[in-house]
């Protein structure tokens, strides 16, 4: 039972493990966030939400990666 959990590890790369690409998932979110609250440039409030979007979508479908 222990083989299938290393198998998993050594097919994924480390950048696509689940901890780095929570982390950037969380990163793009508040990425869209800052650009929702900033009152300079209407092209980043524009894109904030399907800024945040696309982050949330990515955290969802990253939380099924093996760890």
């Not at 480390?14 to 990425?31: D, H, Q, Y």
Request: aromatic content about 18%; proline content about 6%.
């Amino acid at each position: 039972m222990n083989h299938k959990k290393t198998e998993d590890k050594e097919m994924w790369p480390t950048w696509l493990r689940k901890g780095p690409m929570e982390f950037a998932s969380c990163v793009i979110i508040f990425i869209g966030f800052l650009m929702m609250l900033q009152p300079f440039f209407m092209v980043l409030y524009t894109y904030s939400f399907i800024t945040m979007l696309i982050g949330t979508l990515m955290f969802t479908v990253v939380s099924k990666f093996p760890e």
